[in-house]
């Protein structure tokens, strides 16, 4: 019986050793890469109209990375490069990062923004995108008053 609980204790270490190893490995080539202001990024990276927003989502991701957010690229996906947790299907991190950019932007995703919004610079077009289509229907809605 004790021996049971030692070996499970013991797979369990492994277990999380070989996910901590898996998640080193994923994020060694944010690394190399040199440290950026958030403002350097956006303006580096964004189009004018995006700079802000590119900034605001990049501040709501920092406190999920494991790595400085200085480092990340656009084009990194938000699980596999940036090691947000993946937890089953959707990471607890991802969620909770997720319903920060809705508390910010006073926006709801749909579920097909949740299968879009793959990498950072996805996720900043997503939050542009219904940004605009909520001050066109807020423009629509103050036109036909």
């Known amino acids: 019986m004790i021996w049971t609980g030692i070996v499970t204790v013991c797979l369990v270490c492994i277990a999380i050793g070989l996910m901590q190893s898996a998640r080193f490995l994923a994020l060694r080539h944010v690394w190399g890469r040199p440290t950026l202001v958030v403002e350097e990024i956006a303006a580096k990276f964004f189009p004018?109209?995006?700079r802000d927003i590119a900034s605001k989502v990049l501040r709501l991701l920092t406190p999920y990375l494991p790595v400085?957010?200085?480092?990340?690229?656009?084009?990194?996906?938000?699980i596999?490069?940036?090691?947000?947790?993946?937890c089953l299907s959707r990471g607890l991190d991802e969620v909770e990062f997720v319903h920060d950019l809705e508390d910010e932007f006073k926006?709801?995703?749909g579920e097909d923004d949740y299968?879009?919004?793959q990498t950072f610079r996805d996720t900043v077009e997503i939050v542009a995108v219904?940004?605009?289509?909520?001050?066109s229907h807020l423009y629509t809605?103050?036109?036909v008053n």
């Open 107 to 109: 926006i709801e995703f």
């Open 48 to 50: 004018m109209e995006q």
């Open 68 to 78: 400085s957010a200085g480092r990340v690229h656009p084009d990194d996906r938000l």
């Open 141 to 143: 809605a103050q036109a």
């Open 80 to 86: 596999d490069d940036l090691g947000l947790s993946a």
């Open 115 to 117: 299968l879009h919004m």
């Open 130 to 135: 219904k940004i605009s289509m909520d001050q």
